[in-house]
């Protein structure tokens, strides 16, 4: 295998032996970025060097400083009011990256909410074994029955009363990908070429849940209006996904943050070359052949597959909104406030607006979609005190 220098070179030859033991000499696109990704060894994010942050090759809301956690704690512990105060009250976090989020969270609880603190346990379920050792690094000093890492397996069935929730996971997830041939849809498979590269092969589709996904979102690509050539992704692990949360989950929600769209927008038939985005060092292109094992590659969520597959699993959608909406309602807006006040150096000042401008840009981090699916809330008898808030949460009212 022939290797550019920039490529991992021993996750290229792992790639091209799975290739190698097919029966056809290909593999599919998601089984190409599952590899690159998460390789157990040499995988993008197995491997110890997925750098988040400026110093990176991207950062999320988490980097920009403690806000997004500590808002996001003002929700959970509404939720815990809502749901009647349960011990233990579970926050199961999905993909916790350097665990920047949770670093951020459980402080916050135990001071401003200690009562919901006390009831709390939190779960952080993380497939990199790089990124989990660095979780475990910065989180040593929670004690194991307040923090603990499990696999999706380790999560019994119906043992959540909570909330399961995640920051860029989504995006992070490997997806197949199609194409528009000859009027019919098609899929692409990765294979190695005469030089020795990855490239692309079109076939038949490599299983019948593609077809069944785009039943599900009432999207039809071999419709008239879409033009020959016509390519974007479509992420069945998330529908994996959404059935393990709500197998898991007894009594509670689902929040999920993420940049995407509606199934409408998403296949929109000017969208023609999908959503598919690599990251190196800050710079963003659309060709996952190069710097192999090196950047992150990731697709834009389809929101509408979540929530219709989470109907189908029992979820209920709560609502959905914007981020930058979202951290407004959970009091974004006295944060800002307040630094016309705050006794720190102007510099300190303006990076801290700077940051919290930039949680809430809707030409950014802003607009990236939030999800709140719930599960086993309006069983509870509309009497019930605790009930009155259960039909909205704080950063689903308007701010
Ligand atoms: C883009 S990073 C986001 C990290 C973090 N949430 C943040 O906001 O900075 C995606 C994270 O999801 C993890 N991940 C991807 N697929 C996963 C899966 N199936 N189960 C658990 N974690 C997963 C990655 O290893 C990584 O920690």
């Known amino acids: 295998m022939k290797t550019k220098h920039h490529n991992n070179s021993e996750l290229c030859r792992a790639i091209a032996q799975r290739i190698a033991a097919t029966p056809q000499q290909r593999i599919t696109f998601a089984e190409y970025m599952d ?27 988490a980097n920009l400083g ?21 011990t233990p009250f579970t926050l199961v976090e999905m993909g916790a990256g350097e665990g920047l989020m949770a670093a951020d969270i459980l402080p916050y609880l135990q001071k401003q909410y200690p009562d919901c603190f006390g009831a709390l346990e939190y779960i952080i379920v993380e497939k990199a074994p790089g990124l989990k050792a660095a979780q475990q690094q910065r989180l040593q000093n929670w004690p194991g029955e307040k ?61 019948p849940q593609i077809a069944a996904y785009f039943a599900l979102v009432g999207i039809n690509l071999t419709g008239d209006n879409y033009p020959e050539g016509y390519r974007s992704e479509v992420n069945l692990a998330a529908l994996d996904w ?10 509670g929600y ?30 963003r292109h659309h060709n996952p052949y190069l710097n192999v ?32 909406l979202f951290l407004m309602a959970l009091g974004l807006g006295d944060r800002l406030q307040a630094l016309s006040t705050a006794n720190m150096g102007i510099e300190r000042v303006l990076q801290r607006r700077d940051a919290l401008h930039q949680l809430i840009d809707p030409m950014g981090l802003g607009g990236f979609g939030v999800l709140v699916q719930t599960k086993g809330l309006s069983e509870r008898s509309q009497a019930e005190p605790w009930e009155r808030g259960a039909r909205s949460l704080l950063g689903l009212s308007i701010p």
């Open 293 to 324: 094992g090196h950047q992150d590659i990731t697709a834009h969520v389809d929101f509408t597959a979540l929530e219709r597959q989470g109907k189908l699993c029992g979820l209920e959608k709560l609502g959905k909104t914007q981020q930058g």
């Open 66 to 86: 403690a806000d997004l956690g500590e808002l996001l704690a003002v929700q959970f512990a509404e939720m815990w009011d809502i749901l009647a105060r349960p």
């Open 242 to 251: 959404v059935k393990t949360v709500a197998s898991s989950l007894r009594r």
């Open 147 to 207: 923090v603990r890492w499990c696999s999706w397996e380790e999560i019994p069935p119906l043992s959540v009363t909570g909330c399961f929730f995640c920051n860029e996971l989504l995006d992070a997830f490997p997806v197949h990908q199609m194409i528009r041939e000859n009027g019919q849809l098609r899929e692409i498979y990765v294979t190695i070429g005469r030089d020795d590269r990855f490239i692309e092969v079109i076939g038949e589709l490599s299983t």
């Open 35 to 61: 590899l690159v990704l998460y390789h157990p060894q040499q995988g993008y994010y197995s491997s110890n060097q997925v750098k988040i942050g400026k110093e990176g090759d991207f950062f999320t809301s």
């Open 254 to 283: 689902l929040l999920a943050i993420d940049y995407g769209y509606r199934a409408d927008k998403y296949y929109h038939p000017q969208r023609s070359s999908g959503t598919l985005q690599c990251y190196y060092r800050h710079q």
